[in-house]
């Protein structure tokens, strides 16, 4: 692993702020090409009373995007839709690293749990 400097601790908030965030988990159904899109790929998530489209910005930092159908995954669900690439996302995926510059990886539960736990 090569060396790796944290980046600078944001404001405090209080817990009301990160209590707005519904952070779920979701199985990853399916990942299809976006062909208007360099990086998007659309996302079949069930989250398991509905399932959802969601875009994430994978199609560079894998060389298999279809390589995470099948995993579960925590996603923010309770972003308001927003349209990409002639797409509509209704969520977030919630990976770790991109902000940082580092590759980014999939945050997961340790072991499968039913579709739409709740994290926090």
């Known amino acids: 692993m090569s060396e790796f ?6 404001p405090i908030v209080g817990v009301v702020a990160l209590d707005a965030l519904d ?3 979701g199985t990853i159904e399916r990942v299809e090409e976006i ?3 360099d990086k998007l ?3 079949a998530v069930n989250f398991g009373d509905h399932s959802r489209t969601i ?4 199609k560079k930092e894998r060389e298999n995007p279809r390589e995470i159908e ?3 995954a925590l996603f ?3 972003l308001e839709p927003r349209k990409m690439a002639g797409e509509v996302s209704e969520g977030m995926l919630f990976d770790i690293g991109y902000a940082d510059g580092v590759t980014p990886v999939l945050s997961v539960p340790e072991r499968p749990v039913p579709n739409g ?3 926090g």
């Not at 875009?55 to 994978?58: E, F, K, Q, R």
């Open 5 to 10: 400097t944290p980046a600078a601790i944001k």
């Open 23 to 25: 952070i779920r988990v």
């Open 35 to 37: 062909p208007r899109s």
């Open 41 to 43: 790929m659309k996302l």
């Open 55 to 58: 875009l994430a910005g994978i």
């Open 70 to 72: 099948g995993r579960q």
């Open 76 to 78: 923010v669900v309770n």
């Open 117 to 119: 736990t709740r994290a």
